[in-house]
């Protein structure tokens, strides 16, 4: 095989490292000023090819702390969405409950009913009230507490004649709820005005 034969048969050398900035020199005639020169200029190459690495190394770790970030807000926002997602079926619940509350209130007829009936609503009333109480449902009922206008509804003003009682809540008409802190429904009530 001649020379010629053996340069059609092989395949010719291709960089696969395009980016590659180095280049090797036979610096064995480089002497003195000429050798000084190159090492300079590699410095300064090292060094920026060092401050790239460095400003890359920061942007993917700022990138891969925003993601991260951005994962624990979106898991927050399902789980909120989650906790208000039964806040309808739980609305719809909550006139079933004013039933209950209904014929517990009229005492003299809720006496009348047989007491093995009566302890059988009332055992039903308690499992659905801890039901919904562990989706997050909350009564309240703030008989005997001082009215607060951010959370009760005044439906009537009583009067009274004791300093004590002026301001407070007198019965409660209409117990209130609250779905994961959320007030979903507020308390009627009636309040104690001095006169």
Do not use: C
């Amino acid at each position: 095989m001649t020379d010629d034969e053996k340069n059609l048969n092989t395949e010719p050398e291709i960089d696969t490292d395009a980016g590659d900035d180095v280049v090797f020199e036979d610096n064995t005639e480089v002497t003195g000023m000429d050798y000084a020169v190159k090492t300079a200029k590699l410095k300064v190459q090292i060094k920026d090819l060092q401050k790239k690495n460095a400003e890359l190394l920061d942007s993917w770790q700022r990138d891969k702390a925003d993601f991260v970030n951005l994962r624990k807000r979106d898991e927050e926002i399902k789980k909120e969405f989650v906790k208000f997602s039964k806040s309808e079926i739980i609305a719809e619940i909550i006139p079933t409950l004013d039933s209950f509350d209904s014929a517990f209130k009229n005492k003299e007829a809720w006496e009348k009913v047989d007491k093995n009936w009566r302890v059988g609503v009332e055992y039903i009333h308690s499992q659905l009230l801890a039901i919904l109480t562990n989706h997050g449902l909350k009564v309240i009922n703030p008989l005997g507490q001082v009215y607060d206008h951010a959370r009760d509804e005044a439906v009537e003003t009583v009067k009274v004649d004791s300093k004590s009682e002026d301001g407070k809540i007198l019965d409660v008409v209409q117990v209130g709820y609250e779905l994961n802190g959320k007030e979903i429904r507020a308390p009627k009530v009636k309040v104690g005005h001095l006169t």
